[in-house]
């Protein structure tokens, strides 16, 4: 009998440190990463119009229309891949009207991960933060420096990285709706600590979820 494959929400306010902490989770369990706002940025990339638009929204900190967001991550979840492994959704839903989609569209969360962060905290990630165009891998000046002088020459900062303040609020306007929609399946992590010790938190509770699982489908 094979084993129904997880299904992750992993949500929290901008350098709440969802990112660091996807990345040691596909690590371990092998769920399909799909970042809403990797997925933007690609399609900044690639020139196309949606991508032209997206970015006008993503400067300004706000929210782009869900007429791109929806359908990107509806095709992302829909690749094979995502799901034959599981995936690990990062950065979406963002709002009621994103959650509602998806539920239509059939796609539940086992389980709701939200990154609870101070706000100086947050600010001062955001200053810190760089990333290595040719790994991808995210940096932070001060709490994960690059490992080598050819790495550090080559980090670039965010585009938006800047308007920390207007992404905060944007966050805050969003985020009771969303947690509505999923409370009796979050789990609060204390994201101020250390990337191991939050990692240690989140790999807990999903331990614990796979121990469930297994103990309801012995019963059965
Ligand atoms: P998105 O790319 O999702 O950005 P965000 O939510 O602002 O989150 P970030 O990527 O900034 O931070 P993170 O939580 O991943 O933190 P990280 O791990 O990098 O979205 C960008 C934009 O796209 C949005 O503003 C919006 O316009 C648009 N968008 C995205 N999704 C959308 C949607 N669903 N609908 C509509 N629009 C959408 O960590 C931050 C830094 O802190 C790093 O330097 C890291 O090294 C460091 N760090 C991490 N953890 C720790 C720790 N425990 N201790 C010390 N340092 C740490």
């Not at 092998?30 to 933007?40: F, K, P, Q, T, Y």
């Not at 929806?70 to 994103?98: H, N, T």
């Not at 100086?120 to 080598?148: A, F, N, Q």
């Not at 609060?188 to 297994?214: C, H, P, Y």
Request: glycine letters at 6%; aromatic letters at 4%; one cysteine or more.
């Amino acid at each position: 009998q094979t084993e129904e494959p997880l299904h992750v929400m992993i949500s929290g306010a901008p350098a709440s440190g969802k990112g660091t902490q996807c990345h040691l989770i596909t690590n371990k369990y092998g769920l399909v990463h799909v970042a809403a706002g990797d997925l933007l940025r690609a399609e900044i990339e690639t020139g196309s119009e949606n991508g032209k638009r997206a970015k006008e929204y993503m400067e300004k900190g706000q929210l782009v229309p869900d007429e791109i967001v929806v359908m990107m991550v509806k095709d992302r979840l829909l690749k094979p891949d995502s799901a034959e492994k599981g995936w690990l959704l990062d950065g979406y839903p963002r709002s009621l009207s994103q959650a509602t989609a998806l539920k239509e569209l059939g796609f539940k969360p086992d389980i709701f991960i939200l990154l609870e962060v101070s706000e100086d905290t947050l600010v001062e990630r955001v200053v810190g933060r760089r990333l290595d165009p040719v790994t991808g891998k995210i940096y932070h000046l001060k709490y994960s420096p690059p490992e080598t002088k050819e790495i550090a020459d080559r980090l670039t900062q965010r585009f938006d990285d800047t308007e920390e303040k207007l992404r905060l609020n944007t966050h805050h306007q969003n985020v009771e709706a969303v947690l509505s929609m999923y409370k009796d399946i979050t789990i609060k992590i204390n994201g101020n600590a250390s990337q191991k010790e939050v990692f240690a938190q989140i790999d807990g509770a999903l331990t614990t979820l796979l121990e469930q699982r297994k103990t309801s489908s012995e019963s059965m």
